[in-house]
């Protein structure tokens, strides 16, 4: 099989897929129940006020086609109507975890360990199987040989 490369609009699912040389194992491990479980648990959904808001960043960002991203993203040239699309972005994403009320990068990353102790603090109790012990072989003494 060749390579595997599926882009949509944001309107649609998946929004992006890539998988270099894929095979029936990767397709066969992706259609799953244990991979979707899996995406449910971790990954979460993409919910539909993030795509109509990240829409709104790109929809500002084609009105000015002469810009680069530095020229987007630098604080001073930043158009203001885009600063607000990504305020409100910020704050879709930030409802789809469940908090409303982070405003700083800090508080943002704080949350992101909460949340990743919360849903890895399960498998540290799980029991490793001890391991079987292999003995050492045991070696002849060396011996010291005397010189004529």
Request: aromatic fraction near 8%; hydrophobic fraction near 45%.
């Amino acid at each position: 099989m060749g390579s595997l490369l599926q882009i949509s609009n944001l309107e649609k699912r998946p929004l992006a897929f890539v998988l270099s040389h894929p095979t029936f194992y990767h397709l066969d491990n992706l259609c799953s129940t244990r991979h979707n479980a899996w995406m449910r648990a971790v990954c979460g959904q993409l919910k539909s006020g993030i795509v109509a808001a990240a829409k709104t960043v790109l929809d500002l960002r084609a009105t000015f086609p002469d810009a680069t991203l530095a020229d987007f993203y630098d604080p001073l040239t930043m158009p203001p109507e885009l600063v607000k699309a990504h305020q409100a972005l910020d704050r879709a994403v930030d409802a789809a975890y469940g908090k409303t009320t982070l405003n700083t990068e800090a508080e943002r990353v704080a949350f992101l360990f909460e949340r990743y102790q919360q849903l890895t603090a399960p498998l540290a109790l799980v029991e490793k199987p001890a391991k079987m012990r292999t003995r050492e072989p045991v070696l002849p003494a060396r011996q010291e040989f005397s010189q004529p």
